[in-house]
């Protein structure tokens, strides 16, 4: 109920994230009119007002969770949203950089197990890890869940990484990132 609540405990933490949330919130704004000023590619301007919208709902669930104190599908859902949009501000920035715009290194990602496939897998298990991880730290499941979800995603990382290692051997790209994995 107050703008600058008095700071002890917790409140110091709380307020703060969400200040900073507040910023993120305005920064979201200018770039989501930018990328639709500047930017001639449909699909990156629909990007950038999915960033918008993420953030949005992403305020959302957020004040939900202060005002119902905690439920756990929500703030795990808000802390899920938070990869999502984080991703999608990451995506964003790569797009827009000029090494991208004019010369992206593209490869042959066809056929039943491509490189395109696996590239829209390994987020969603890395996601399917952040859900499980957040039951966990909101107490909506046990341990062993999230320890499993870590197993799956380290072998999920190596699989993708040799994988492009052994099919991409040349694509300097792909490899410098295949041994970041």
């Not at 999502?84 to 827009?96: N, Q, R």
């Not at 499993?148 to 699989?159: D, K, Q, S, Y």
Request: net charge positive; proline share 4%; with cysteine.
């Amino acid at each position: 109920g107050q703008l600058m609540p008095p700071m002890y405990g917790n409140i110091f933490f709380e307020h703060g994230h969400r200040m900073i949330a507040t910023t993120v919130g305005f920064l979201t704004i200018i770039l989501a009119i930018w990328i639709y000023r500047a930017d001639d590619r449909a699909w990156m301007r629909r990007l950038g007002f999915a960033a918008l919208g993420a953030v949005i709902l992403q305020g959302l669930l957020g004040g939900l969770t202060v005002l119902y104190l905690l439920p756990k599908w929500v703030s795990v859902s808000h802390a899920c949203l938070a990869e999502i949009f984080f991703s999608t501000t990451v995506a964003i920035a790569l797009f827009t950089s000029p090494k991208f715009r004019n010369e992206p290194n593209m490869v042959d990602a066809t056929g039943s197990l491509s490189l395109r496939t696996l590239g829209f897998w390994l987020p969603a298990v890395v996601l399917c890890q952040v859900f499980l991880g957040a039951a966990f730290r909101h107490k909506a499941l046990d341990l062993i869940w999230h320890v499993a979800g870590a197993v799956a995603v380290t072998g999920a990382i190596l699989f993708v990484a040799v994988f492009a290692l052994l099919s991409y051997p040349h694509h300097r790209t792909l490899r410098t990132f295949a041994i970041l994995l």
